[in-house]
């Protein structure tokens, strides 16, 4: 989910923290934890209709003593996890799993207060602790900090998982929030201090994808992991970006000097001018003004007629077939009737910020994050099942 502003925590920070001092020894070192995520059609979420028509990737976790289950939205662009409270009552709570603390014996309040404004709604409650599981085998963290958060915007009523786990290597000014996976990577937890996301190309299948914490199973990628420097945004898993091409060629113009990886996006997010020059690069592609997108008339989306689209990091042309990127739309025709395609490539960023590569791009492209700063990387490999894009 692209954040539109940052965190607006109310108290100021204490001036110490302690975030390893409470990690589990039950948890052996140098493991590696596996997490299947969802998509569409999963009966976790009991709504089947908004279940079939759900867009964010979630999977399943526990918070508190007994364990209750959620789903959260794993979002590598923001860096907090929260879950709905039992205490708010609008749909965008109720429709869903709520934290009830009264029925944790180790649930524990905290001095502080959260505020969070995503791209596209915004969540508001207190941070309290409580002991956090994920994944298979379990990883457990003690005291891990969460938002339970009191006031949901609507917009997370049509959405299938209950809460979002942020996964951006983003540093906490509130005690205890650091988010889990940078409490297992500080800690020591895991194999190697990082993640992998697979987002299964079959869209219609009822797996997902599958993160793992620790490493990464080879059998979700085609060939050899590239890696990419991350630079140091302390908010993103953010990259250099050298050039944005299309069928190889670099195209004039761009903006944007970075690029970030967001599964909890969709699209492909760049700024007004961005989306005129790289849409405009592809013939075929023009604006309507009504859908404020630009279509092609899907016959022509062709991969003879639309060469592959590239971004282009660390000197290597990361590639997406016009497959991931032209979808037909279901509500509009040409005027002859024929099907039309739009063009995910949409905008949304301010001119500086960097190009937001969401779920279209990591369907295409396995994705490993490394944090191990100053030398914190991201890796990049085709992803299994993808209809070809290296
Ligand atoms: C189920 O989800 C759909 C789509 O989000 C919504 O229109 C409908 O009201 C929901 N039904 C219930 C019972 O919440
Ligand atoms: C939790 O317990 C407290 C103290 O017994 C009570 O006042 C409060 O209403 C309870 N909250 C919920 C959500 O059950
Ligand atoms: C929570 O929602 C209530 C009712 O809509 C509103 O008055 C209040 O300002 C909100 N609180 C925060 C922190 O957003
Ligand atoms: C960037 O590419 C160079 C040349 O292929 C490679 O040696 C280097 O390891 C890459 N950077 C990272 C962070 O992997
Ligand atoms: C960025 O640098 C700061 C200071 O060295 C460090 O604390 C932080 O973890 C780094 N972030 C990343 C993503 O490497």
């Known amino acids: 989910m692209r954040r539109a502003a940052v965190a607006g925590l109310r108290l100021a920070a204490l001036a110490s923290l302690c975030q390893l001092c409470c990690l589990p020894p039950a948890f052996a070192a140098g493991s590696v934890s596996y997490w299947p995520l969802y998509l569409s059609g999963s009966s976790l979420d009991s709504n ?55 029925d944790s014996s180790t ?15 915004a969540v508001a409650g207190f941070v309290d602790t409580d002991v956090f599981s994920v994944g298979s085998p379990a990883i457990t963290i003690q005291n891990q900090g969460f938002g339970e958060m009191t006031n949901v915007s609507s917009d997370f009523t049509t959405v299938s998982s209950d809460g979002v786990m ?36 079959d869209v219609t299948s009822l797996t997902g994808g599958e993160m793992v914490f620790g490493g990464y199973n080879t059998a979700r990628f085609t060939s050899p992991l590239q890696g990419i420097a991350a630079v140091n945004s302390s908010k993103y898993w953010q990259v250099n970006l050298d050039a944005v091409t299309i069928g190889g060629k670099a195209v004039s113009g761009i903006q944007a000097k970075g690029a970030i990886f ?47 689209l590239g971004f282009k990091m660390n000197g290597t042309d990361f590639t997406i077939p016009q497959t991931a990127w032209l979808f037909e739309l279901v509500d509009t025709q040409a005027s002859d009737g024929s099907p039309l395609c739009y063009s995910s490539i949409s905008p949304g960023n301010g001119a500086s910020d960097p190009i937001t590569l969401g779920a279209n791009f990591l369907r295409e492209w396995f994705s490993v994050y490394t944090y191990e700063p100053p030398n914190s990387r991201v890796q990049l490999a085709p992803a299994s099942g993808s209809s070809g894009s290296a």
């Not at 524990?108 to 596209?120: N, S």
């Not at 509130?174 to 297992?184: A, D, H, N, V, Y």
């Open 166 to 201: 942020g996964l951006s290597p983003e540093a906490s000014s509130t005690p205890s929030f650091l988010q889990p996976f940078l409490r297992m990577a500080d800690g020591n937890l895991l194999a190697q201090p990082e993640f992998s996301l697979w987002l299964n190309p």
């Open 262 to 308: 967001d599964s909890g996006t969709t699209a492909i997010i760049v700024s007004t001018q961005d989306f005129q020059t790289i849409n405009e690069a592809v013939s075929g592609l023009q604006y309507n003004s009504e859908l404020q997108a630009y279509v092609i008339p899907c016959e022509q989306a062709t991969n003879a007629n639309v060469p592959a």
């Open 48 to 102: 089947s209709t908004r279940s079939a028509e759900n867009n964010v990737y979630y999977g399943v976790i526990s918070m508190g003593t007994p364990a209750q289950q959620f789903t959260v939205n794993i979002d590598t662009g923001s860096s907090q996890l929260w879950l709905p409270s039992i205490l708010c009552t609008t749909p965008s709570c109720t429709t869903h799993k709520q934290y009830n603390p009264n």
């Open 107 to 121: 649930y524990r309040p905290t001095d502080y207060t959260v505020e969070l404004q995503y791209a596209e709604g």
